[in-house]
């Protein structure tokens, strides 16, 4: 995968991200973002990859500060500090700063199980009886539903 094409942004990306905000906001929270505890430091590291990325790839819409704890959204106007104790999530930082669905899947036991995401556009599926599901089966489900 060529690093430049990793993220896009279109056209849309403001009112997809405000749309994810009033959802994330909404009683469709439970249902959209999800995460087992185990899953907090792939989300952060998640995070941390795109604090160093977004600002260097899209200039006009992201800055960080010089230790990379802090991106501000030019766009949104919001500020994430990653040294305040009461930050959100990582992963719905995350979820906040990109217009992509996020899922972390994590090795367990040798077997590659889901433990977090953030869904923004597909209510009809129901994403909490995958948790701990290895990814081939996910997979088979996901091609029979």
Not at 20 to 30: D, I, M, T
Not at 52 to 77: A, D, G, R, W
Not at 90 to 107: T, Y
């Amino acid at each position: 995968m060529d690093i430049n094409q990793w993220i896009q942004i279109d056209p849309n990306y403001r009112q997809q991200i405000e749309l994810k905000k009033r959802l994330l906001k909404s009683s469709h929270r439970k249902d959209l973002f999800m995460y087992k505890d185990e899953a907090y430091a792939g989300a952060m590291e998640t995070l941390k990859m795109l604090i160093e990325y977004l600002p260097n790839q899209y200039p006009n819409m992201f800055q960080t500060n010089h230790s990379k704890t802090k991106i501000i959204n030019l766009i949104t106007k919001q500020i994430f500090n990653l040294t305040e104790s009461d930050h959100l999530h990582p992963l719905e930082i995350a979820s906040l700063l990109i217009q992509e669905d996020l899922v972390i899947m994590q090795l367990n036991s040798n077997l590659e199980t889901y433990h977090a995401n953030v869904i923004q556009y597909d209510f009809n599926y129901s994403y909490k009886n995958k948790f701990y599901i290895g990814i081939i089966c996910l997979f088979s489900i996901w091609m029979v539903t």
